[in-house]
């Protein structure tokens, strides 16, 4: 098992950046896969882009070309560098850790971003 928490979250207007991160503690972190998801009121948790132990990345079609996501192993710690934010981006952002061998899924407890002017 691993304990994950995000921070980075905020207010922020339209069209501007943040970068959220999350610190992985626990467990070995080059055998997850990571993962940044959101939900906004009234809606379901939706994925928002995973990179996998080895780097490759998959992004959901409502983020692609402005959000990235990346990882640093030896920080044990996943980031998601978001650009060019909307509101339609407002949503809680949870952190997820999924080991590729033991299939077990490990969440974090969120962080807000608002975008709003």
């Known amino acids: 098992q691993v304990q994950l928490v995000e921070s980075g979250g905020g207010l922020v207007q339209p069209g501007g950046s943040l970068n959220l991160s999350c610190a992985a503690t626990g467990s070995r972190f080059d055998f997850y896969n990571m993962a940044w998801y959101r939900q906004a009121p009234g809606n379901q948790r939706e994925l928002v882009a995973r990179?996998?132990?080895?780097?490759?990345?998959h992004y959901a079609d409502s983020v692609k070309g402005r959000f990235t996501i990346s990882r640093d192993d030896a920080k044990n710690s996943a980031y998601l560098q978001m650009n060019t934010l909307k509101p339609e981006d407002t949503a809680v952002y949870y952190c997820n850790a999924a080991h590729f061998v033991l299939l077990t899924n490990d969440w974090g407890r969120g962080t807000q971003v608002t975008v709003s002017s």
């Open positions: 990179i996998t132990n080895r780097g490759t990345t």
